[in-house]
Protein backbone atom coordinates (compact mmCIF):
# COMPACT_ATOMS: atom_id res chain seq x y z
CA UNK A 1 0.00 0.00 0.00
CA UNK A 2 1.23 3.47 -1.07
CA UNK A 3 1.14 6.78 1.64
CA UNK A 4 -2.25 8.16 0.15
CA UNK A 5 -3.77 4.31 -0.13
CA UNK A 6 -2.87 4.14 3.84
CA UNK A 7 -4.16 7.70 4.62
CA UNK A 8 -7.30 7.34 2.71
CA UNK A 9 -8.40 4.09 4.90
CA UNK A 10 -7.10 5.34 7.40
CA UNK A 11 -9.53 8.77 7.49
CA UNK A 12 -12.07 6.23 6.24
CA UNK A 13 -12.05 3.91 9.03
CA UNK A 14 -9.77 4.24 12.20
CA UNK A 15 -10.06 5.92 15.27
CA UNK A 16 -7.16 7.24 16.92
CA UNK A 17 -6.87 7.77 20.70
CA UNK A 18 -7.01 11.16 22.31
CA UNK A 19 -7.19 12.75 18.85
CA UNK A 20 -10.08 15.10 17.33
CA UNK A 21 -10.91 13.81 13.61
CA UNK A 22 -11.94 17.40 12.76
CA UNK A 23 -7.66 18.80 13.69
CA UNK A 24 -6.74 16.22 11.11
CA UNK A 25 -9.31 17.52 8.58
CA UNK A 26 -6.83 19.56 6.37
CA UNK A 27 -3.45 17.61 7.69
CA UNK A 28 -2.43 14.08 8.01
CA UNK A 29 -1.14 12.12 10.35
CA UNK A 30 2.24 10.96 9.98
CA UNK A 31 2.58 7.66 8.65
CA UNK A 32 5.56 6.17 10.61
CA UNK A 33 7.32 3.68 9.10
CA UNK A 34 10.42 2.38 10.64
CA UNK A 35 12.11 2.89 14.46
CA UNK A 36 15.35 3.68 14.87
CA UNK A 37 17.19 4.86 18.22
CA UNK A 38 16.05 8.48 19.38
CA UNK A 39 14.13 8.83 16.34
CA UNK A 40 10.95 7.88 14.07
CA UNK A 41 11.20 7.53 10.46
CA UNK A 42 8.24 8.60 8.28
CA UNK A 43 7.35 6.80 4.63
CA UNK A 44 8.96 10.41 2.88
CA UNK A 45 12.18 9.08 4.96
CA UNK A 46 11.70 12.41 7.20
CA UNK A 47 13.04 11.70 10.93
CA UNK A 48 11.60 13.05 13.99
CA UNK A 49 12.64 12.91 17.40
CA UNK A 50 10.52 10.46 19.75
CA UNK A 51 11.01 13.42 22.19
CA UNK A 52 7.90 12.14 24.33
CA UNK A 53 9.32 8.59 24.00
CA UNK A 54 6.19 6.83 22.29
CA UNK A 55 3.97 8.13 25.07
CA UNK A 56 6.70 7.69 28.11
CA UNK A 57 7.40 3.43 27.54
CA UNK A 58 10.57 3.92 24.70
CA UNK A 59 13.08 3.69 27.19
CA UNK A 60 16.59 3.21 25.43
CA UNK A 61 15.54 4.55 21.99
CA UNK A 62 13.94 2.05 19.21
CA UNK A 63 15.21 -1.07 18.09
CA UNK A 64 17.52 -2.40 20.67
CA UNK A 65 19.35 -5.50 19.58
CA UNK A 66 19.44 -7.57 22.79
CA UNK A 67 15.45 -6.95 22.95
CA UNK A 68 14.73 -7.98 19.40
CA UNK A 69 16.99 -10.90 20.11
CA UNK A 70 15.03 -12.31 23.55
CA UNK A 71 12.01 -11.71 21.45
CA UNK A 72 13.11 -13.92 18.75
CA UNK A 73 13.95 -16.42 20.36
CA UNK A 74 10.95 -16.50 23.25
CA UNK A 75 8.70 -16.64 19.83
CA UNK A 76 10.00 -19.64 18.80
CA UNK A 77 10.01 -21.61 21.95
CA UNK A 78 6.98 -20.68 23.52
CA UNK A 79 4.22 -18.08 21.89
CA UNK A 80 1.22 -17.25 24.63
CA UNK A 81 -0.42 -19.84 26.99
CA UNK A 82 -2.80 -18.68 29.47
CA UNK A 83 -1.56 -18.41 33.31
CA UNK A 84 -4.06 -19.62 35.26
CA UNK A 85 -2.58 -22.70 37.03
CA UNK A 86 0.22 -22.40 34.27
CA UNK A 87 3.62 -20.98 34.86
CA UNK A 88 6.71 -20.76 32.68
CA UNK A 89 10.34 -19.26 32.24
CA UNK A 90 10.18 -15.89 31.34
CA UNK A 91 7.50 -14.86 33.92
CA UNK A 92 9.54 -16.67 36.64
CA UNK A 93 12.77 -14.90 35.59
CA UNK A 94 11.10 -11.63 35.56
CA UNK A 95 9.74 -11.76 38.95
CA UNK A 96 13.31 -12.84 39.99
CA UNK A 97 14.59 -9.90 38.34
CA UNK A 98 12.07 -7.24 39.69
CA UNK A 99 12.93 -8.44 43.30
CA UNK A 100 16.26 -7.62 42.95
CA UNK A 101 15.64 -4.24 42.00
CA UNK A 102 12.18 -2.95 43.79
CA UNK A 103 12.03 -2.32 47.46
CA UNK A 104 12.60 -5.31 49.79
CA UNK A 105 8.95 -5.17 51.63
CA UNK A 106 7.57 -6.51 48.15
CA UNK A 107 7.44 -10.22 46.97
CA UNK A 108 4.58 -10.99 44.34
CA UNK A 109 3.73 -10.52 41.31
CA UNK A 110 0.54 -9.76 39.13
CA UNK A 111 0.49 -9.59 35.55
CA UNK A 112 -1.83 -7.90 33.14
CA UNK A 113 -1.08 -5.55 29.91
CA UNK A 114 -1.98 -2.14 30.28
CA UNK A 115 -1.38 0.25 32.96
CA UNK A 116 -4.72 1.18 33.81
CA UNK A 117 -5.18 -2.16 34.27
CA UNK A 118 -2.11 -2.64 36.80
CA UNK A 119 -4.01 0.16 38.53
CA UNK A 120 -7.74 -1.20 39.00
CA UNK A 121 -5.84 -4.68 39.78
CA UNK A 122 -4.09 -2.59 42.98
CA UNK A 123 -7.68 -1.00 43.22
CA UNK A 124 -9.11 -4.57 43.53
CA UNK A 125 -6.81 -6.00 45.41
CA UNK A 126 -7.13 -3.44 48.10
CA UNK A 127 -10.90 -3.54 48.57
CA UNK A 128 -11.07 -7.42 48.88
CA UNK A 129 -7.95 -7.04 51.07
CA UNK A 130 -9.93 -4.95 53.39
CA UNK A 131 -13.42 -6.98 53.05
CA UNK A 132 -11.52 -9.98 53.81
CA UNK A 133 -9.64 -8.80 56.80
CA UNK A 134 -13.51 -7.88 58.12
CA UNK A 135 -12.71 -3.97 57.62
CA UNK A 136 -15.66 -3.71 54.84
CA UNK A 137 -16.36 0.17 56.09
CA UNK A 138 -12.91 0.66 54.09
CA UNK A 139 -13.56 1.50 50.91
CA UNK A 140 -13.03 4.74 49.49
CA UNK A 141 -9.86 5.68 47.78
CA UNK A 142 -8.19 9.20 48.54
CA UNK A 143 -6.18 11.16 44.71
CA UNK A 144 -4.30 13.91 44.25
CA UNK A 145 -5.80 16.75 42.33
CA UNK A 146 -4.24 16.59 39.14
CA UNK A 147 -3.45 12.88 39.10
CA UNK A 148 -3.70 10.83 36.00
CA UNK A 149 -4.02 6.62 36.13
CA UNK A 150 -5.45 6.16 33.27
CA UNK A 151 -8.31 5.69 31.39
CA UNK A 152 -10.79 2.52 33.08
CA UNK A 153 -13.32 3.05 35.24
CA UNK A 154 -11.55 2.84 38.47
CA UNK A 155 -8.72 4.50 37.16
CA UNK A 156 -10.40 7.65 35.93
CA UNK A 157 -12.34 7.06 39.35
CA UNK A 158 -9.04 7.89 41.29
CA UNK A 159 -7.63 10.41 38.88
CA UNK A 160 -8.20 13.94 38.91
CA UNK A 161 -7.47 15.70 34.98
CA UNK A 162 -11.07 16.68 34.16
CA UNK A 163 -10.67 17.36 30.98
CA UNK A 164 -9.43 13.75 30.37
CA UNK A 165 -12.53 11.99 31.83
CA UNK A 166 -15.35 14.25 33.06
CA UNK A 167 -17.58 13.02 29.97
CA UNK A 168 -17.78 9.46 32.10
CA UNK A 169 -18.24 11.20 35.38
CA UNK A 170 -21.27 9.50 35.95
CA UNK A 171 -19.83 5.75 36.12
CA UNK A 172 -17.65 6.84 38.32
CA UNK A 173 -17.32 5.53 42.10
CA UNK A 174 -17.42 8.02 45.24
CA UNK A 175 -13.54 9.03 46.25
CA UNK A 176 -11.62 11.50 47.87
CA UNK A 177 -9.56 13.83 46.11
CA UNK A 178 -6.97 16.07 47.61
CA UNK A 179 -4.61 18.86 46.32
CA UNK A 180 -1.86 18.49 44.48
CA UNK A 181 1.55 18.41 46.52
CA UNK A 182 3.24 19.54 43.11
CA UNK A 183 1.00 23.41 43.34
CA UNK A 184 0.64 23.51 47.28
CA UNK A 185 2.44 21.12 49.68
CA UNK A 186 1.12 22.28 53.18
CA UNK A 187 -2.21 22.35 51.60
CA UNK A 188 -2.06 18.78 50.33
CA UNK A 189 -0.46 17.68 53.38
CA UNK A 190 -3.05 19.29 55.72
CA UNK A 191 -5.55 17.28 53.66
CA UNK A 192 -4.31 14.26 53.85
CA UNK A 193 -3.49 14.42 57.33
CA UNK A 194 -7.76 15.12 57.93
CA UNK A 195 -8.64 12.23 55.65
CA UNK A 196 -6.01 9.72 57.39
CA UNK A 197 -7.76 9.99 60.20
CA UNK A 198 -11.07 8.48 58.26
CA UNK A 199 -12.25 4.96 59.01
CA UNK A 200 -13.47 4.64 55.54
CA UNK A 201 -9.99 4.56 53.35
CA UNK A 202 -9.34 1.51 51.72
CA UNK A 203 -6.13 3.19 50.44
CA UNK A 204 -4.02 6.39 49.04
CA UNK A 205 -2.60 5.86 45.10
CA UNK A 206 -0.06 8.58 44.07
CA UNK A 207 1.71 8.73 41.39
CA UNK A 208 5.07 9.75 42.52
CA UNK A 209 7.06 12.57 42.19
CA UNK A 210 5.82 13.74 39.00
CA UNK A 211 2.28 14.28 38.29
CA UNK A 212 2.48 13.12 34.18
CA UNK A 213 -0.76 13.87 32.64
CA UNK A 214 -1.71 16.44 34.81
CA UNK A 215 0.57 18.68 32.82
CA UNK A 216 4.04 17.27 34.01
CA UNK A 217 4.04 18.39 37.69
CA UNK A 218 6.85 17.46 39.91
CA UNK A 219 6.81 17.38 43.59
CA UNK A 220 9.42 16.54 46.21
CA UNK A 221 9.91 13.81 48.76
CA UNK A 222 8.30 15.41 51.66
CA UNK A 223 4.36 14.55 50.91
CA UNK A 224 5.35 10.86 50.28
CA UNK A 225 7.45 11.17 53.77
CA UNK A 226 4.42 12.50 55.69
CA UNK A 227 1.95 9.79 53.69
CA UNK A 228 4.18 7.43 55.37
CA UNK A 229 3.89 8.22 58.22
CA UNK A 230 0.43 8.34 58.25
CA UNK A 231 0.14 4.94 56.56
CA UNK A 232 1.91 3.94 59.39
CA UNK A 233 -0.56 5.48 62.07
CA UNK A 234 -3.84 4.96 60.57
CA UNK A 235 -3.27 1.86 58.78
CA UNK A 236 -4.82 2.64 55.40
CA UNK A 237 -2.83 1.06 52.17
CA UNK A 238 -0.64 2.88 49.64
CA UNK A 239 -0.56 2.26 46.02
CA UNK A 240 2.33 3.96 44.32
CA UNK A 241 1.55 4.40 39.97
CA UNK A 242 5.15 4.06 38.96
CA UNK A 243 3.95 3.56 35.25
CA UNK A 244 5.21 6.41 33.57
CA UNK A 245 8.04 7.42 36.19
CA UNK A 246 9.81 3.78 36.67
CA UNK A 247 12.85 2.11 35.36
CA UNK A 248 15.07 5.20 35.66
CA UNK A 249 12.99 8.16 34.59
CA UNK A 250 14.02 10.75 37.16
CA UNK A 251 17.17 8.58 38.02
CA UNK A 252 16.11 5.96 40.60
CA UNK A 253 14.97 2.96 39.47
CA UNK A 254 11.86 3.56 41.26
CA UNK A 255 10.89 7.51 41.79
CA UNK A 256 8.86 6.79 45.16
CA UNK A 257 12.26 5.64 46.82
CA UNK A 258 13.26 9.16 46.70
CA UNK A 259 11.08 9.02 49.94
CA UNK A 260 10.76 6.95 53.31
CA UNK A 261 7.31 5.35 51.93
CA UNK A 262 7.28 2.27 51.67
CA UNK A 263 3.63 1.09 49.32
CA UNK A 264 1.55 -1.60 49.65
CA UNK A 265 1.22 -1.75 45.68
CA UNK A 266 3.52 -0.69 42.67
CA UNK A 267 2.13 -0.84 39.30
CA UNK A 268 4.83 -0.70 36.74
CA UNK A 269 4.22 -0.88 32.75
CA UNK A 270 5.40 1.64 29.79
CA UNK A 271 9.01 1.29 30.25
CA UNK A 272 9.13 -2.16 31.29
CA UNK A 273 9.37 -3.99 27.81
CA UNK A 274 11.30 -0.67 26.11
CA UNK A 275 7.72 -0.06 25.04
CA UNK A 276 8.14 -2.89 22.70
CA UNK A 277 5.06 -5.11 23.69
CA UNK A 278 2.44 -4.37 25.91
CA UNK A 279 2.87 -5.72 29.74
CA UNK A 280 2.12 -4.76 33.24
CA UNK A 281 2.87 -5.85 36.89
CA UNK A 282 0.91 -4.83 39.82
CA UNK A 283 3.65 -5.79 42.94
CA UNK A 284 2.40 -6.30 46.09
CA UNK A 285 3.49 -7.80 49.71
CA UNK A 286 3.33 -11.20 51.07
CA UNK A 287 1.08 -10.22 53.80
CA UNK A 288 -1.54 -8.87 51.16
CA UNK A 289 -1.04 -12.22 49.51
CA UNK A 290 -1.52 -14.25 51.80
CA UNK A 291 -5.15 -12.79 53.06
CA UNK A 292 -6.11 -14.28 49.84
CA UNK A 293 -5.18 -17.31 50.59
CA UNK A 294 -8.32 -19.66 51.68
CA UNK A 295 -11.23 -21.27 50.49
CA UNK A 296 -12.09 -20.86 46.60
CA UNK A 297 -15.47 -19.15 46.74
CA UNK A 298 -14.06 -16.13 49.74
CA UNK A 299 -10.69 -15.39 49.02
CA UNK A 300 -9.70 -15.74 45.38
CA UNK A 301 -8.94 -12.56 43.64
CA UNK A 302 -11.30 -13.24 40.83
CA UNK A 303 -9.02 -11.10 37.93
CA UNK A 304 -7.41 -12.25 35.32
CA UNK A 305 -6.45 -10.95 31.35
CA UNK A 306 -5.97 -13.15 28.37
CA UNK A 307 -2.80 -12.01 28.04
CA UNK A 308 -1.72 -12.11 31.37
CA UNK A 309 2.02 -12.60 31.45
CA UNK A 310 2.44 -13.35 27.93
CA UNK A 311 5.76 -14.75 27.74
CA UNK A 312 7.43 -12.49 24.43
CA UNK A 313 6.48 -9.58 26.75
CA UNK A 314 7.72 -11.13 29.45
CA UNK A 315 11.19 -11.80 27.35
CA UNK A 316 11.71 -8.56 25.91
CA UNK A 317 10.76 -7.15 30.31
CA UNK A 318 13.34 -9.45 30.68
CA UNK A 319 15.84 -7.92 28.38
CA UNK A 320 15.62 -4.63 29.51
CA UNK A 321 15.98 -5.10 33.04
CA UNK A 322 18.91 -7.27 32.16
CA UNK A 323 20.62 -4.08 30.19
CA UNK A 324 19.27 -1.50 32.92
CA UNK A 325 21.53 -4.01 35.63
CA UNK A 326 24.61 -4.09 33.46
CA UNK A 327 24.70 -0.37 32.46
CA UNK A 328 24.93 2.82 34.52
CA UNK A 329 22.15 4.21 32.28
CA UNK A 330 20.02 4.98 35.49
CA UNK A 331 23.01 6.28 37.34
CA UNK A 332 23.66 8.90 33.89
CA UNK A 333 20.21 10.25 34.43
CA UNK A 334 21.88 13.01 36.80
CA UNK A 335 23.76 14.06 34.13
CA UNK A 336 21.25 14.22 31.50
CA UNK A 337 19.29 16.36 33.94
CA UNK A 338 22.17 18.99 34.61
CA UNK A 339 22.21 19.10 30.41
CA UNK A 340 18.82 19.90 30.02
CA UNK A 341 18.94 22.86 32.58
CA UNK A 342 22.32 23.98 30.98
CA UNK A 343 20.50 23.75 27.43
CA UNK A 344 16.74 24.95 28.45
CA UNK A 345 18.58 28.35 30.51
CA UNK A 346 20.70 29.20 27.30
CA UNK A 347 17.94 28.81 24.58
CA UNK A 348 14.66 29.24 26.28
CA UNK A 349 14.88 31.70 28.79
CA UNK A 350 13.75 34.89 25.97
CA UNK A 351 10.47 33.32 25.17
CA UNK A 352 8.52 35.62 27.36
CA UNK A 353 5.17 33.65 26.60
CA UNK A 354 7.19 30.26 28.57
CA UNK A 355 6.36 30.35 32.03
CA UNK A 356 6.90 27.64 34.71
CA UNK A 357 9.72 26.08 32.96
CA UNK A 358 11.60 22.71 35.08
CA UNK A 359 12.26 19.74 34.31
CA UNK A 360 13.71 16.81 36.33
CA UNK A 361 15.51 13.20 35.44
CA UNK A 362 14.97 13.16 31.32
CA UNK A 363 11.45 15.25 31.65
CA UNK A 364 11.26 18.72 30.80
CA UNK A 365 8.61 21.17 30.81
CA UNK A 366 6.99 24.67 30.00
CA UNK A 367 3.52 26.33 30.25
CA UNK A 368 1.77 29.04 27.24
CA UNK A 369 0.53 31.36 28.98
CA UNK A 370 -3.13 31.94 27.56
CA UNK A 371 -2.52 29.15 24.81
CA UNK A 372 -5.62 28.02 23.05
CA UNK A 373 -5.80 24.77 21.94
CA UNK A 374 -5.39 26.33 18.68
CA UNK A 375 -2.04 27.65 19.47
CA UNK A 376 -0.99 24.43 21.14
CA UNK A 377 -1.91 22.36 17.92
CA UNK A 378 -0.70 25.15 15.77
CA UNK A 379 2.96 24.43 17.64
CA UNK A 380 2.80 20.71 17.77
CA UNK A 381 2.49 20.86 13.68
CA UNK A 382 5.48 23.53 13.60
CA UNK A 383 7.47 20.98 15.90
CA UNK A 384 6.95 18.14 13.07
CA UNK A 385 8.65 21.18 10.60
CA UNK A 386 11.67 20.89 13.19
CA UNK A 387 11.70 17.17 13.70
CA UNK A 388 10.36 17.09 17.06
CA UNK A 389 7.31 16.02 18.55
CA UNK A 390 5.69 18.49 20.62
CA UNK A 391 2.91 16.54 21.42
CA UNK A 392 1.27 19.36 24.01
CA UNK A 393 -0.50 18.52 27.76
CA UNK A 394 -3.27 21.39 27.78
CA UNK A 395 -1.06 24.40 27.56
CA UNK A 396 1.75 22.44 28.42
CA UNK A 397 4.71 21.30 26.00
CA UNK A 398 7.16 18.74 27.73
CA UNK A 399 9.76 16.53 26.58
CA UNK A 400 9.82 13.20 27.78
CA UNK A 401 13.42 11.43 26.60
CA UNK A 402 15.00 8.18 26.64
CA UNK A 403 17.10 7.62 29.49
CA UNK A 404 20.29 6.83 27.74
CA UNK A 405 20.26 9.75 25.25
CA UNK A 406 23.37 11.70 24.86
CA UNK A 407 24.91 15.30 25.08
CA UNK A 408 24.77 15.72 21.09
CA UNK A 409 21.19 14.88 20.69
CA UNK A 410 20.18 16.93 23.61
CA UNK A 411 21.67 19.67 21.95
CA UNK A 412 20.33 18.90 18.34
CA UNK A 413 16.88 18.38 20.51
CA UNK A 414 16.89 21.60 22.40
CA UNK A 415 18.51 23.26 18.87
CA UNK A 416 14.96 22.29 17.26
CA UNK A 417 12.72 23.53 20.45
CA UNK A 418 14.06 26.71 20.07
CA UNK A 419 13.57 27.26 16.25
CA UNK A 420 9.89 25.65 16.66
CA UNK A 421 9.38 28.31 18.95
CA UNK A 422 10.81 31.14 17.62
CA UNK A 423 8.61 30.35 14.49
CA UNK A 424 5.21 30.49 16.86
CA UNK A 425 6.14 33.51 18.00
CA UNK A 426 6.69 34.67 14.76
CA UNK A 427 10.14 35.77 15.47
C1 LIG B 1 0.94 7.44 35.73
C2 LIG B 1 0.10 6.67 34.75
N1 LIG B 1 -0.71 5.69 35.18
C3 LIG B 1 -1.45 4.95 34.35
C4 LIG B 1 -1.41 5.18 32.99
C5 LIG B 1 -2.26 4.36 32.08
O1 LIG B 1 -1.48 3.49 31.34
P1 LIG B 1 -2.06 2.84 29.99
O2 LIG B 1 -2.17 3.97 29.00
O3 LIG B 1 -1.06 1.82 29.60
O4 LIG B 1 -3.39 2.27 30.32
C6 LIG B 1 -0.58 6.18 32.48
C7 LIG B 1 -0.53 6.46 31.05
O5 LIG B 1 -0.06 7.46 30.60
C8 LIG B 1 0.19 6.95 33.39
O6 LIG B 1 0.99 7.94 32.97
Not at 153 to 176: D, H, K, T
Request: charged residues 20%.
Amino acid sequence: MNKSDLIRIDKTHLWHPYTQASEYADIDPLVIVKARGYRLYDADGRAYYDTISSWWCNLLGHNVESINEAIERQLEALDHTLFAGITHQPAVELVNQLLEVVPGHINRAFFSDNGSTAVEVALKMSLQYWAMKGFEERKRFVFLEYGYHGDTIGAMSVSGVSQFNSAFRALFFESISIPSPALDLKASISALRDVAKRRDICAVIIEPSLQGAGGMLFYGPEFMDELEGLRQRYGFQVIVDEIAVGFGRLGRWFAHTESSLRPDFICISKSITNGVLPLAVTLTTEEVFQEFVGPYEERTFFHGHTFTANPIACSAANALVRILKETDYIEGVKGIEETIAELSNARLQGYGFLSNISNRGVIWRAELKGATRGDMFRLYKIGLEYGILLRPLGNVIYLFLPINITRDELEDIFERLDGALRVFSGG
